[in-house]
């Protein structure tokens, strides 16, 4: 059973626009999420994360929302740039075990010139 | 300032073989996690190890087990080898001390074929 879930294998987006990758949970023991970007050949770096007790958290031209109610959060970036075109992870971390962090399975990026 | 630094870059298997993965976490981190990424899935929780001891545990059978030596450095062990553990494996760093709210620092992972 999946906890953290990526519905969109994949997402094309133009140059300059915004890109909205989304991602769906099932634990309600979540309380801390993060995002992390991954290229080929590389391990994944982490992008920007946000707690429970917020619903929205900003870095630069990226932002993440969590609507808890829903068991939802979308990473946005705004705008999107070709350097940006990579596999994006949504994980989740239960309050009950800080050590183990659960992955979704990724969503990859192309943003096209 | 050194990341964390996994070998072998690439190995190959057969069946039945046993294999040891090697980490080093990122300068100054003394908690390791090991994770197993699947192809076309997102990386999957083995273990981690703090202060020389196993602190948590996914859903992984006995044949995968782990060490951690003084200096913070850990390797993965995979006994009686399958092909369903061809995957990519991923070590990843952090600071033990400061609890759950940090991210992680990723190596490149050691890519692990079995024949």
């Known amino acids: 059973d999946q906890q953290v879930k990526q519905n969109s294998p994949s997402l094309s987006v133009q140059e300059g626009r915004i890109s909205i990758l989304n991602c769906d949970y099932t634990n309600s023991m979540f309380d801390y999420f993060l995002w992390y970007k991954k290229y080929p050949a590389e391990g994944p770096t982490f992008l920007i994360s946000?707690?429970?007790?917020?619903d929205k958290n900003e870095d630069g031209r990226f932002t993440v929302f969590l609507n808890k109610s829903a068991k939802h959060l979308s990473l946005h970036i705004v705008p999107s740039q070709p350097g940006d075109s990579a596999v994006y992870f949504c994980a989740a971390r239960p309050k009950t075990s800080y050590d183990k962090v659960i992955f979704g399975p990724g969503t990859s990026l192309s943003v096209i010139p | 300032d050194a990341g964390v630094t996994q070998s072998p870059t690439h190995l190959i298997k057969t069946r039945g073989q046993q294999v040891t993965l090697r980490c080093s976490p990122k300068s100054g981190h003394d908690t390791v996690s090991w994770y197993q990424q699947a192809l076309g899935q997102g990386p999957q929780f083995i273990f981690q190890y703090y202060e020389e001891e196993e602190r948590q545990r996914g859903n992984f059978p006995d044949r995968f087990s782990g060490h951690q030596f003084p200096n913070y450095s850990s390797e993965l062990n995979v006994n009686a080898l399958l092909l369903g553990d061809s995957a990519l494996y991923l070590c990843a760093s952090s600071l033990g001390h400061l609890g759950g709210n940090q991210p992680q620092h990723f190596g490149d992972g050691t890519r692990l074929s079995i024949l």
């Open positions: 946000i707690s429970s007790i917020k």
